[in-house]
C-alpha cells in the first residue's frame, strides 16, 4: 500500500466511523426526543461547566511551560495557549493528530525541536493517563461490581495477552536495531528518541515538580465539576449518584481519547454508562449531546481563532 492510499485511509477511516456512529445514534433516538431537553436545559449550568472546560485548558497551556524549562526553552504563553486549542480542534479529524500539531507550533514559532516538544507532549500525557487511572481505581472501589462487569465484557485475557508478547517482542527489536545499525534510517530514529526522551523525562528534572503536580490535578478537577455541573442543566438527571458520574465520566473520556473528539459515540457511552443506575435512555443521550455539543462549541470558536491569530500574533512579535 503506497503513502497515499495509507493518508486517504487515515482521514477516511474516522470519518466513516463518525458518521456510521451518527447513523446509529439517530436512528435510535430520533432528534425530536432530543430537542426538548435541548429547549428545557439549565444553561447557566451549562456555561458553569464550560467554564470549567475553558480553565483547564488554558492551566495546561500553564502547565507545560514546567516541562520546557529543563530544556532551556521559554515559550509565550499565548503560543501555548492557541497551540493547546489548535490540538483539541484538530483531533475532531484526525485523532491524535492535534498533539503533532502542537509540537509543530512550538517547532515554527519558538524553535523548540520538534521531538522534544513532542516528547513533552507525550510526557504529560503519561501524567493524565495516570490521573484516569487514579480515578478510574476510585471508582472501582466505589461500584466494583459495575466496573468489573464492563471489563469483563470488554477485554479478552488471551488476546491481551497476545498483544502484550507481540509489543514486547516489536520493542526489543527496535533496540536492537537501533543498537547495532548505522544507517542513515537508524542514525535519524536514535536522534528522534534522544529527543523524545529528553522530553519525557523533563518531568523529573522540573524546579517545579509540585506546581506541575497541582495543575494536573486541577485540570482534572475541572473535567469532573465541568460534568458535574452540566448534569444539574438536565432536570431528570437532578440527584444522580455519584458512582453514575465517575463510570459516566470515565466511559466519555475514552471515548474522546479513542475517536475524533468522541464525535457521536459520546452521547452513547454516556446512555451506557448510565443505564448501569437505572438511568432512562432519552435523558442520558440528551445529556450526553449536551455535554458534548457545549465543550465541543468552545473548541470550534477557539481552536478556529487560534489557527487565525497565531501567526498575526507571531509576526506582530
Given at each position: 500500500?503506497?503513502i497515499?492510499?495509507?493518508?486517504v485511509?487515515?482521514?477516511?477511516?474516522p470519518?466513516?466511523?463518525?458518521?456510521?456512529f451518527g447513523?446509529?445514534?439517530?436512528s435510535k433516538?430520533?432528534?425530536e426526543?432530543?430537542l426538548?431537553?435541548?429547549?428545557?436545559a439549565n444553561?447557566?449550568?451549562?456555561?458553569l461547566?464550560?467554564?470549567c472546560?475553558?480553565?483547564?485548558?488554558?492551566?495546561?497551556?500553564?502547565r507545560?511551560?514546567?516541562?520546557?524549562?529543563?530544556?532551556?526553552?521559554s515559550?509565550?504563553?499565548?503560543?501555548?495557549?492557541?497551540?493547546v486549542f489548535?490540538?483539541y480542534?484538530?483531533?475532531?479529524?484526525?485523532?491524535?493528530?492535534?498533539?503533532?500539531?502542537?509540537?509543530?507550533?512550538?517547532t515554527?514559532y519558538?524553535?523548540?525541536p520538534?521531538?522534544?516538544?513532542?516528547g513533552?507532549?507525550?510526557a504529560?500525557r503519561?501524567?493524565?493517563?495516570l490521573?484516569l487511572?487514579?480515578?478510574?481505581?476510585?471508582?472501582?472501589?466505589l461500584q466494583?461490581?459495575?466496573?468489573?462487569?464492563?471489563?469483563e465484557?470488554s477485554?479478552?485475557?488471551?488476546?491481551?495477552?497476545?498483544?502484550?508478547?507481540?509489543a514486547?517482542?516489536?520493542?526489543?527489536?527496535?533496540?536492537?536495531?537501533?543498537r547495532?545499525s548505522?544507517?542513515k534510517?537508524a542514525?535519524k530514529?536514535?536522534?528522534?528518541?534522544?529527543?523524545?526522551?529528553e522530553?519525557?523525562?523533563s518531568i523529573?528534572?522540573?524546579?517545579?515538580?509540585?506546581?506541575?503536580?497541582?495543575?494536573?490535578?486541577f485540570i482534572w478537577t475541572?473535567?469532573?465539576?465541568?460534568?458535574?455541573?452540566?448534569?444539574?442543566a438536565?432536570?431528570?438527571?437532578?440527584?444522580?449518584s455519584?458512582g453514575?458520574?465517575?463510570?459516566?465520566f470515565?466511559a466519555?473520556s475514552?471515548t474522546?481519547?479513542a475517536?475524533?473528539?468522541?464525535i457521536?459515540?459520546?452521547?452513547?457511552a454516556?446512555?451506557?454508562?448510565?443505564?448501569l443506575?437505572?438511568i432512562?435512555e432519552?435523558?442520558?443521550?440528551?445529556?450526553?449531546?449536551i455535554?458534548?455539543?457545549?465543550?465541543?462549541?468552545?473548541?470550534?470558536?477557539l481552536g478556529?481563532?487560534s489557527?487565525?491569530?497565531?501567526?498575526?500574533?507571531n509576526?506582530?512579535?
Amino acid at each position: 500500500m503506497n503513502i497515499a492510499a495509507k493518508k486517504v485511509l487515515r482521514i477516511s477511516i474516522p470519518l466513516l466511523l463518525a458518521v456510521f456512529f451518527g447513523w446509529y445514534t439517530f436512528s435510535k433516538l430520533p432528534v425530536e426526543d432530543i430537542l426538548p431537553y435541548f429547549k428545557s436545559a439549565n444553561y447557566g449550568w451549562i456555561s458553569l461547566g464550560m467554564l470549567c472546560g475553558f480553565l483547564s485548558h488554558l492551566s495546561r497551556a500553564y502547565r507545560w511551560k514546567y516541562q520546557l524549562e529543563p530544556l532551556n526553552y521559554s515559550v509565550k504563553f499565548p503560543n501555548s495557549i492557541m497551540a493547546v486549542f489548535i490540538t483539541y480542534l484538530a483531533n475532531y479529524g484526525i485523532p491524535r493528530s492535534g498533539e503533532v500539531l502542537r509540537a509543530a507550533v512550538l517547532t515554527n514559532y519558538e524553535g523548540v525541536p520538534f521531538e522534544k516538544a513532542f516528547g513533552t507532549i507525550v510526557a504529560e500525557r503519561v501524567a493524565d493517563f495516570l490521573i484516569l487511572l487514579f480515578i478510574v481505581a476510585t471508582t472501582l472501589v466505589l461500584q466494583f461490581d459495575f466496573i468489573f462487569a464492563i471489563l469483563e465484557k470488554s477485554f479478552q485475557p488471551k488476546k491481551l495477552i497476545i498483544a502484550g508478547l507481540l509489543a514486547i517482542l516489536l520493542f526489543a527489536f527496535l533496540i536492537v536495531y537501533l543498537r547495532r545499525s548505522k544507517t542513515k534510517l537508524a542514525l535519524k530514529l536514535k536522534k528522534f528518541v534522544k529527543g523524545l526522551m529528553e522530553g519525557v523525562l523533563s518531568i523529573f528534572k522540573m524546579k517545579h515538580k509540585w506546581k506541575f503536580i497541582f495543575h494536573t490535578v486541577f485540570i482534572w478537577t475541572m473535567y469532573l465539576l465541568m460534568f458535574y455541573f452540566t448534569t444539574f442543566a438536565v432536570e431528570d438527571l437532578n440527584g444522580i449518584s455519584i458512582g453514575a458520574l465517575l463510570i459516566g465520566f470515565i466511559a466519555g473520556s475514552f471515548t474522546i481519547a479513542a475517536t475524533n473528539g468522541g464525535i457521536f459515540v459520546y452521547p452513547l457511552a454516556i446512555a451506557a454508562a448510565f443505564s448501569l443506575f437505572s438511568i432512562p435512555e432519552n435523558p442520558s443521550i440528551a445529556f450526553g449531546w449536551i455535554m458534548w455539543s457545549s465543550q465541543t462549541l468552545m473548541i470550534i470558536i477557539l481552536g478556529s481563532l487560534s489557527f487565525l491569530l497565531l501567526p498575526i500574533y507571531n509576526k506582530i512579535k
